[in-house]
């Protein structure tokens, strides 16, 4: 399967891929990792006629503490995540989770940004991201502004970002060493999760069980009123609508989300 032609422009800043953004209009893609875009142009699912190769602005792979948070670059990939000193002290649920992505040359090539951008249900960054609690920095035309990631994703492959705006950055709360788990669930081991479940400080988040990452909040409110995990876990289900295919139906990402929740709680408490 090869692409439909494009054109091919390689920035080394934010400014020239705004530019470049703002000059091709919606016909233009951002290219970070490639990992996503490329099998989804391949299919023909994405036929963009420019791409905008960003992989190379060295400002935006960074991981570095700033007051509460830490503040990740939208470019940095997931190996770097992985092995980041930084990350693995001051938030150690990501690198972790960066560690479970694909096989090493998806996480040598894949930026967090791309995973957050492109908005997959299935996807293990944002079901971290979305436990942990912070914000998408974009930038566009207009400036900087900051999205709460509860916020970010609205649908299938859809975000709150406009097509003049990229991902520039990621911030999380420092969680130090608070307990945090992250149960995912794969017929082999370096699959997409077929259900995941990520726990930190009494919030949990779920891969593939909607359109897109999402809480579980009936989980969320039961701890906040002192039920155990396994009964706050019993109802991490409630408000989903999973999908069924070749590696589940619907009732058992159901039953996979209820015992991921409990094991995810266990291990953050056990911590
Ligand atoms: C074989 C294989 C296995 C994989 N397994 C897993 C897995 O187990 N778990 C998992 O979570 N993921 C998995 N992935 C996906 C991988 O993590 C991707 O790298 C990631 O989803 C996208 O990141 P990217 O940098 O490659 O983005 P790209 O593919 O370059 O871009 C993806 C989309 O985001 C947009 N985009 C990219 N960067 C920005 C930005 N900064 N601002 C705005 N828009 C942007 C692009 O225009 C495009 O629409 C797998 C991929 C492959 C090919």
Redesign the pocket.
């Known amino acids: 399967m090869i692409t439909s032609p494009f054109d091919y422009v390689k920035v080394r800043s934010v400014d020239e891929a705004l530019a470049a953004l703002a000059e091709h209009g919606e016909d233009a ?11 989804i142009m391949k299919l023909r699912l ?1 036929v963009p006629s420019v791409l905008i190769d ?1 992989g190379g602005i060295a400002d ?1 792979s960074y991981v570095r503490v700033e007051g509460d948070e830490v503040a990740i670059g ?2 940095t990939r ?1 190996h770097e995540l992985e092995r980041d000193d930084v990350a693995r002290a001051e938030v150690p649920l990501l690198p972790r989770v960066a560690s ?4 090493p040359q ?1 996480r040598h ?3 967090i ?3 957050t ?2 908005s ?1 249900p ?4 944002p079901t971290a991201l979305l436990a942990l609690g912070g914000t998408v920095v974009l930038q566009g035309p207009g400036g900087r502004r900051e999205v709460p990631v509860t916020d970010f994703w609205t649908g299938f492959f859809e975000t709150a ?1 406009s097509p003049d ?4 950055e990621l911030r999380v709360p420092r969680t130090g060493s608070a307990g945090w788990g992250y149960e995912k669930f794969t017929r082999r081991e ?4 077929i259900v995941a479940a990520a726990a930190v400080e009494g919030r949990v988040a779920l891969a593939n069980m909607a359109g897109t990452v999402l809480r579980a909040t009936a989980t969320e409110e039961a701890l906040a009123r002192g039920a155990s995990i396994a009964e706050a876990a019993e109802l991490a289900d409630q408000g989903t609508s999973p999908g069924a295919d070749m590696h589940a139906d619907a009732d058992y990402r159901r039953h996979l989300a209820r015992l991921l929740t409990r094991r995810a709680l266990e291990r953050a408490a056990a911590a």
Request: with cysteine; net charge negative.
């Open positions: 893609k951002l290219l970070a990792g490639g990992h996503s875009l490329l099998p994405a960003i935006l939208a470019c997931h479970r992505v694909g096989d998806v090539r894949g930026t940004g791309g995973t951008a492109h997959d299935a996807s293990d960054l970002m705006e990229m991902v520039v370096n699959d997409w999760p």
